[in-house]
Protein backbone atom coordinates (compact mmCIF):
# COMPACT_ATOMS: atom_id res chain seq x y z
CA UNK A 1 0.00 0.00 0.00
CA UNK A 2 2.85 2.33 -0.02
CA UNK A 3 2.25 4.54 2.96
CA UNK A 4 -0.80 5.77 1.50
CA UNK A 5 -4.57 4.29 2.72
CA UNK A 6 -8.12 5.22 2.02
CA UNK A 7 -9.99 7.90 4.99
CA UNK A 8 -13.23 8.88 3.64
CA UNK A 9 -12.18 8.74 0.10
CA UNK A 10 -9.10 11.13 0.63
CA UNK A 11 -5.79 9.57 0.91
CA UNK A 12 -3.96 10.00 3.95
CA UNK A 13 0.02 10.19 4.02
CA UNK A 14 1.38 7.82 6.64
CA UNK A 15 4.95 7.79 7.77
CA UNK A 16 6.78 5.23 10.13
CA UNK A 17 9.39 6.61 12.36
CA UNK A 18 11.62 5.26 14.90
CA UNK A 19 11.21 6.95 18.72
CA UNK A 20 14.87 7.29 20.68
CA UNK A 21 15.43 8.46 24.00
CA UNK A 22 18.03 10.80 25.26
CA UNK A 23 18.00 11.65 28.63
CA UNK A 24 14.22 12.43 29.46
CA UNK A 25 13.55 13.68 25.79
CA UNK A 26 12.10 11.65 23.46
CA UNK A 27 12.60 12.08 19.40
CA UNK A 28 11.65 10.58 16.41
CA UNK A 29 13.08 9.34 12.76
CA UNK A 30 12.15 8.02 9.54
CA UNK A 31 12.59 4.45 9.68
CA UNK A 32 13.84 4.47 6.01
CA UNK A 33 16.50 6.46 7.00
CA UNK A 34 17.97 3.96 9.30
CA UNK A 35 20.26 0.90 8.28
CA UNK A 36 20.99 -1.28 11.44
CA UNK A 37 20.74 -0.67 15.36
CA UNK A 38 23.57 -1.22 17.39
CA UNK A 39 24.70 -1.56 20.78
CA UNK A 40 26.77 0.48 22.06
CA UNK A 41 30.32 -0.21 21.84
CA UNK A 42 33.69 1.83 22.81
CA UNK A 43 34.54 4.16 20.53
CA UNK A 44 38.00 5.70 19.24
CA UNK A 45 38.34 9.29 19.89
CA UNK A 46 38.71 11.50 17.00
CA UNK A 47 41.05 14.46 17.77
CA UNK A 48 39.82 17.89 17.39
CA UNK A 49 36.38 16.63 16.31
CA UNK A 50 33.23 19.02 17.63
CA UNK A 51 31.75 18.29 20.85
CA UNK A 52 29.20 16.63 19.16
CA UNK A 53 31.06 14.03 17.79
CA UNK A 54 31.48 10.81 20.29
CA UNK A 55 34.41 9.14 18.35
CA UNK A 56 34.29 6.20 15.53
CA UNK A 57 33.92 2.68 15.77
CA UNK A 58 34.59 0.35 13.12
CA UNK A 59 31.63 -1.08 11.13
CA UNK A 60 32.62 -4.26 9.46
CA UNK A 61 35.52 -2.66 8.43
CA UNK A 62 34.28 0.87 7.31
CA UNK A 63 34.87 4.06 9.80
CA UNK A 64 31.63 5.12 11.36
CA UNK A 65 31.39 8.45 13.40
CA UNK A 66 29.42 8.17 16.19
CA UNK A 67 27.24 11.50 17.03
CA UNK A 68 26.23 12.12 20.38
CA UNK A 69 22.37 12.86 19.34
CA UNK A 70 22.07 14.69 22.87
CA UNK A 71 24.82 16.82 22.35
CA UNK A 72 23.87 17.89 18.80
CA UNK A 73 20.55 18.72 19.88
CA UNK A 74 21.76 20.91 22.80
CA UNK A 75 21.00 18.85 25.48
CA UNK A 76 23.11 17.64 28.73
CA UNK A 77 25.85 14.81 27.71
CA UNK A 78 25.47 11.70 29.34
CA UNK A 79 27.99 8.63 29.29
CA UNK A 80 26.92 6.11 27.07
CA UNK A 81 26.19 2.92 29.53
CA UNK A 82 25.44 -0.65 28.52
CA UNK A 83 21.84 0.21 27.52
CA UNK A 84 23.16 3.08 25.13
CA UNK A 85 22.42 2.24 21.46
CA UNK A 86 24.10 3.32 18.01
CA UNK A 87 21.50 3.97 15.65
CA UNK A 88 23.29 4.03 12.04
CA UNK A 89 21.27 6.08 9.48
CA UNK A 90 22.46 7.00 6.32
CA UNK A 91 21.16 10.50 4.34
CA UNK A 92 22.40 10.60 0.61
CA UNK A 93 25.78 9.14 0.56
CA UNK A 94 26.70 10.19 4.13
CA UNK A 95 25.99 7.61 7.12
CA UNK A 96 26.71 8.18 10.82
CA UNK A 97 25.69 6.79 14.01
CA UNK A 98 23.38 8.47 15.95
CA UNK A 99 24.64 7.31 19.74
CA UNK A 100 21.06 7.65 21.94
CA UNK A 101 20.15 6.43 25.13
CA UNK A 102 17.45 3.78 24.07
CA UNK A 103 15.46 2.84 21.00
CA UNK A 104 11.79 3.24 21.98
CA UNK A 105 8.97 2.06 19.77
CA UNK A 106 7.80 2.44 15.87
CA UNK A 107 5.56 5.14 15.47
CA UNK A 108 3.23 5.46 12.40
CA UNK A 109 2.27 8.87 12.09
CA UNK A 110 -0.70 10.34 9.81
CA UNK A 111 -0.78 14.37 8.74
CA UNK A 112 -3.39 15.16 10.99
CA UNK A 113 -0.69 14.02 13.96
CA UNK A 114 1.86 16.24 13.01
CA UNK A 115 2.39 19.93 13.84
CA UNK A 116 4.61 22.79 12.64
CA UNK A 117 7.60 23.72 14.77
CA UNK A 118 6.98 26.73 17.04
CA UNK A 119 8.87 29.93 16.49
CA UNK A 120 11.16 30.69 18.70
CA UNK A 121 13.15 33.69 17.48
CA UNK A 122 15.80 31.31 16.29
CA UNK A 123 16.78 29.48 13.12
CA UNK A 124 18.33 26.44 15.43
CA UNK A 125 15.09 24.57 16.36
CA UNK A 126 14.00 24.35 12.66
CA UNK A 127 17.37 23.61 11.75
CA UNK A 128 17.40 20.13 13.36
CA UNK A 129 13.51 19.49 13.09
CA UNK A 130 11.60 18.41 10.39
CA UNK A 131 8.47 18.48 13.00
CA UNK A 132 6.59 17.85 15.81
CA UNK A 133 4.05 14.74 16.08
CA UNK A 134 1.39 14.67 19.00
CA UNK A 135 0.77 11.76 20.97
CA UNK A 136 -1.26 11.06 23.76
CA UNK A 137 0.54 12.84 26.74
CA UNK A 138 3.73 13.77 24.86
CA UNK A 139 5.00 15.72 21.90
CA UNK A 140 7.91 14.24 19.82
CA UNK A 141 10.12 15.78 18.35
CA UNK A 142 10.80 14.60 14.37
CA UNK A 143 14.82 15.26 13.87
CA UNK A 144 16.33 15.91 10.55
CA UNK A 145 18.88 13.47 9.67
CA UNK A 146 20.55 15.08 7.17
CA UNK A 147 20.88 18.11 9.45
CA UNK A 148 22.56 15.67 12.01
CA UNK A 149 25.55 14.46 9.85
CA UNK A 150 28.99 15.16 9.87
CA UNK A 151 30.49 17.64 7.98
CA UNK A 152 33.01 16.26 4.90
CA UNK A 153 35.72 17.49 6.66
CA UNK A 154 34.85 15.58 9.88
CA UNK A 155 34.23 12.27 7.67
CA UNK A 156 37.60 12.87 5.91
CA UNK A 157 39.54 13.35 9.62
CA UNK A 158 37.81 10.04 10.52
CA UNK A 159 39.14 8.25 7.04
CA UNK A 160 42.68 9.95 7.51
CA UNK A 161 43.46 7.94 10.55
Known amino acids: MDGMH ?3 GTQERRMELLSVRCGEQEFAMDIRSIRE ?57 KVAGLLVDAVCDIITVTDDMRQPIPETGTAAPKEFLEGLVMMEHRIVSVIS ?8 EVQQMAEAL
Open 6 to 8: QRY
Open 37 to 93: IRGWIASTHLPHAPAFIKGMVNLRGTVLVVVDLAVRLGLPAREPGAGSVVVVVEAGD
Open 145 to 152: IPALMPDA
